[in-house]
């Protein structure tokens, strides 16, 4: 198959496909040659921030001379960015291949009388075939929804489990309270696997504490004492370290987002338990200041942002991190239809100043009405609320309205990826 059509084929998957098991994904790799078993695994979980978390861990690795292989997910605007190699997303050819191999055990499976791999099991099995082609020996796993029915937990015995802030989010999946979706997340403590986690609120984190006990594993929770912000200059955030194992010095990421330090924190603890004494702090503190993780806090062009925040824990991350200096704010937004989007309407409208609203819509068929979305915004504010349909009239309407306003597009990730394909485009 040409990459066009094995693209075509992938996305086609969710139409003939059902959810699987994870002993069905244990037999799939198990077609594929154990692929994870090639390589030592880190297995990332949590509400906000996993990728953040996945792109800091798999650069401090590559800074300590290991071979890394990252699968994350969604994809921004090309379907390749799930599965990179030493920070680099596959060619085409190298995606083809693995398709072609990943294909043809399928195909196995199915004169056998097995399930075809859903959409998620079939990328994650070609990632674990280019992981174990290349040679990478570290993969950073991301799971996709919740983590213990997620197909990456079909790997039996990772090197350590990384769970991030907890938030409401899919709940439909996982539970309607903060407890009930840290007792999914935590699904992916392994009997005597250390975890690393991300201190939230009693509810969720005495659930991972519970879960970790009751496998003897290991335990330990990184909280906002673990590290002081010292501010934000030429749009990077700078932090220091409460253990001295990192020493007296300051650290910076390219991202003005608060959450951050905190993510970065979370990874480098990781990173602590994996090389101890024998690790490179200082190329550590290098690698994490060149990270530039696409559509968090991302100023794609001159004073217009984009960032993936879709629930309503991320847009309380993301309002605290707008700059509060009187410049001036546009906010463009959309959302999909099983997202709690009143509670982030409310929450931009309240606690953000802006001075303009744009609703737009994204191009999928869980796109929230915008003209709904516009009367929600009317509802909590007295701002100007502008409903553009069409995405790039949208992104238009705000370029030329700017006059010296910072603009933030916000609500899904598919817009995010929209936006920066249109930006492409353009250039």
Same mark, same amino acid.
């Given at each position: ?10 996305? $086609? ?6 959810? +699987? ?26 509400? +906000? ?15 300590? !001379? ?56 079939? @990328?994650?099995?070609?990632?674990? /075939? ?23 937990? %079909?790997?039996?015995?990772? =090197? ?13 999946? @996982? ?8 007792? =999914?997340? %935590? ?12 201190? /939230? ?23 906002? $004492? ?23 010095? /300051? ?10 330090? !905190? ?6 603890? /990781? ?5 101890? $004494? ?11 200041? =060149? ?104 992104? !238009? ?31």
């Amino acid at each position: 198959m040409t990459y066009d059509e094995a693209v075509k084929y992938i996305l $086609d998957i969710p139409r003939f496909t059902k959810k +699987n098991d994870a002993q069905h994904t244990r037999t799939f790799l198990e077609y594929l040659g154990n692929p994870q078993e090639k390589c030592r695994v880190l297995h990332v979980a949590g509400t +906000n921030g996993k990728g953040s978390v996945c792109a800091y861990l798999d650069a401090m690795l590559r800074a300590e !001379g290991k071979k890394t292989g990252r699968f994350t997910s969604p994809h921004l605007v090309k379907i390749n960015e799930r599965i990179a190699v030493d920070g680099i997303p596959v060619s085409d050819d190298l995606f083809c291949e693995a398709f072609g191999d990943t294909y043809a055990q399928v195909k196995r499976m199915e004169e056998k009388g097995l399930s075809h791999p859903t959409f998620f099991e079939f @990328l994650f099995g070609m990632a674990m /075939t280019v992981f174990a082609r290349e040679g990478v020996e570290y993969a950073v796993l991301e799971t996709g929804l919740g983590g213990r029915m997620d197909a990456t937990t %079909a790997v039996d015995r990772p =090197e350590a489990c990384v769970i991030t802030s907890i938030g409401m989010d899919h709940m439909q999946y @996982l539970g309607n309270t903060l407890a009930e979706i840290a007792g =999914e997340k %935590a699904g992916i403590i392994r009997e005597g696997v250390p975890v690393f986690f991300a201190e /939230t609120c009693p509810e969720s984190d005495s659930v991972i504490e519970k879960t970790a006990a009751a496998r003897h594993s290991f335990c330990k929770k990184i909280g906002k $004492d673990a590290y002081e912000i010292l501010g934000i200059e030429n749009k990077r955030i700078a932090f220091s370290c409460a253990n001295a194992y990192y020493g007296n010095t /300051t650290w910076t990421l390219n991202n003005i987002a608060l959450c951050q330090p !905190g993510n970065a924190m979370l990874a480098m603890e /990781t990173m602590r338990y994996l090389f101890g $004494d024998e690790g490179h702090r200082d190329r550590w503190r290098e690698a994490l200041a =060149e990270v530039k993780w696409e559509g968090r806090m991302e100023e794609i062009l001159p004073d217009i942002y984009i960032d993936g925040a879709h629930n309503i824990s991320a847009v309380e991350a993301f309002v605290e991190s707008v700059p509060k200096d009187g410049r001036g704010n546009i906010v463009l937004f959309s959302a999909v239809k099983d997202k709690d989007y009143r509670k982030m309407i409310s929450c931009l409208c309240s606690r953000m100043d802006a001075d303009l609203y744009i609703v737009t819509r994204i191009r999928d068929g869980r796109a929230a009405d915008a003209e709904e979305l516009g009367r929600i915004f009317r509802e909590h504010t007295d701002k100007p609320v502008m409903v553009i349909t069409d995405l790039p009239e949208a992104l !238009g309407y705000a370029r030329q309205n700017r006059n010296g306003r910072r603009v933030w597009c916000l609500g899904s990730l598919y817009l995010t990826g929209m936006i920066k394909e249109l930006i492409r485009e353009d250039a």
